[in-house]
């Protein structure tokens, strides 16, 4: 047979995809049923209704708006001083939503930040002032305050129920476009990001840009499973990856701020890493997971329930610790003094040790004020040990903080106040007494590395004593 008269293999195999995407097409549509099949078995593609969604919940949404005194620029230190000078506040605007009908609203605690004056636009178009009753800075949750009463409130979910995968909508005013929705799926669960290892993250794709900070997340039910807080993005805008604050760390801190003023966090005195393949291995598990503890604070909660360095901590109170990122959330969320059931794998064993933990920043930075506070002479400065927080925060296993600098090699290698020094050398500055005895034996006239963090930046510089001592 000729080729004319033949249908070749892979023609055969595109019209096989072309007839069943036309008959899947029309099936979908409602508008044909595969031969042999009635209407009743023809499968049919089901969307979540967010019209119904926003239309019912929309109102419950709220813009934030900000204002903030703008600082005096070079041009207008130049003006004649006899010209009056008026520095127009600058506007920032977030998102936020009513949690209860007489004026409570939750947004964002960096939404409100530096705030002079605060304003609370509506669906309705009204616009009222309101004021922070309080923020929580460890969770960026703030809490709100209009005047009003019988306003339409938004109805809470459970976000110890998501599942990954499931729709969500998002309602806020990117770039200033109010009363925007925005829909996608989650993506993943207890994530912990960089500077924020107290908040289990919701990810989602949901298109999140500035604006939308503060602003509800949605499940379909139309129930707040959380706070539209960040995202990441190499280019400022939304690029695929969204965090929302899960509602029941939201609410926990905000029934604190309206009680009680404050909210309180759980403090445990420790510091993790996660367990690689190898390590997992050495340790004796079959497979990476736990929380591997690298230090405990001294006289720290921990310290007093009898957790080593080396201990892993396999699970809190029956929920199993998978990630290292897993442990920090909760004792965030434990109420200061409440007692706690660690399982830590010790030397290969397997064994159980209770923890009444501490608070953080009242039980941490009374620590502080107790920890070693050292001058080293050779070098003329005086530093002292990092508090566990501060070590967990900045994720360090090693480091200590300047707190005063004389004229000496310090001065000289350009160490400044509230710079950390991380390594001395190939040695890791553990303590403050580490860097004492370090000093002590360094040669004179030959430049030593030194590592330094000032602010986000690590770098090195070169720390020499003079030849003469």
Not at 338 to 348: F, I, T
């Amino acid at each position: 047979m000729s080729s004319a008269g033949r249908v070749l293999p892979g023609v055969c195999a595109t019209l096989l995809v072309l007839s069943w995407g036309l008959s899947a097409h029309l099936a979908w549509a409602g508008e044909a049923v595969l031969p042999g099949r009635s209407a009743q078995d023809t499968p049919r593609l089901v969307l979540p209704d967010f019209a119904a969604l926003v239309r019912n919940q929309g109102a419950a949404v709220v813009n934030v708006r900000v204002f903030r005194e703008r600082a005096a620029s070079v041009a207008d230190a130049a003006r004649p001083a006899d010209t009056p000078l008026r520095l127009p506040r600058a506007a920032g605007l977030g998102s936020g939503f009513v949690l209860t009908p007489d004026g409570l609203i939750l947004t964002n605690g960096h939404v409100v930040e530096g705030a002079e004056k605060l304003t609370v636009r509506f669906a309705d178009k009204r616009e009222l002032p309101a004021r922070i009753v309080g923020v929580d800075a460890l969770t960026d949750v703030a809490v709100l305050k209009v005047e009003a009463r019988n306003l339409p409130s938004v109805t809470l979910g459970d976000s110890s129920r998501l599942q990954v995968g499931q729709w969500v909508l998002a309602i806020g005013a990117p770039l200033g476009l109010e009363r925007t929705a925005t829909q996608g799926i989650i993506s993943a669960l207890g994530r912990t990001l960089p500077n924020d290892s107290y908040v289990p993250f919701i990810q989602t794709d949901v298109p999140i840009n500035q604006g939308n900070s503060g602003g509800p997340l949605f499940d379909l039910e139309g129930r707040v499973v959380g706070i539209n807080a960040q995202i990441i993005s190499s280019s400022g805008g939304y690029m695929g990856l969204s965090f929302a604050i899960p509602i029941n760390t939201a609410v926990a801190v905000a029934r604190q701020i309206v009680e009680k003023g404050r909210a309180t966090h759980g403090w445990l005195g420790v510091s993790t890493q996660e367990l690689s393949l190898e390590l997992a291995q050495a340790y004796g598990l079959s497979a990476p997971r736990g929380a591997l503890v690298t230090e405990v604070r001294p006289r720290g909660p921990a310290d007093r329930a009898g957790l080593q360095p080396g201990d892993i901590v396999l699970a809190l109170d029956d929920a199993p610790i998978i990630d290292s990122g897993d442990l920090p959330p909760r004792i965030g969320a434990s109420h200061p003094g409440s007692v706690h059931a660690l399982a830590v794998l010790r030397e290969g064993r397997l064994t159980h040790l209770r923890v009444t933990v501490g608070e953080l920043g009242r039980d941490s930075e009374a620590d502080r004020h107790d920890r070693s506070n050292i001058v080293v002479l050779p070098l003329a400065i005086r530093v002292s040990d990092l508090d566990a927080a501060t070590r967990e925060v900045l994720e360090l296993r090693a480091g200590v903080l300047v707190e005063e600098v004389g004229a000496g090699p310090a001065a000289e290698a350009g160490i400044q106040p509230g710079d950390l020094l991380l390594r001395l050398g190939q040695v890791p500055l553990d303590n403050a007494a580490r860097l004492r005895d370090l000093a002590a034996t360094l040669p004179a006239g030959v430049p030593i590395p030194l590592l330094v963090r000032r602010q986000d930046s690590n770098t090195f510089v070169t720390l020499s004593l003079p030849a003469a001592r």
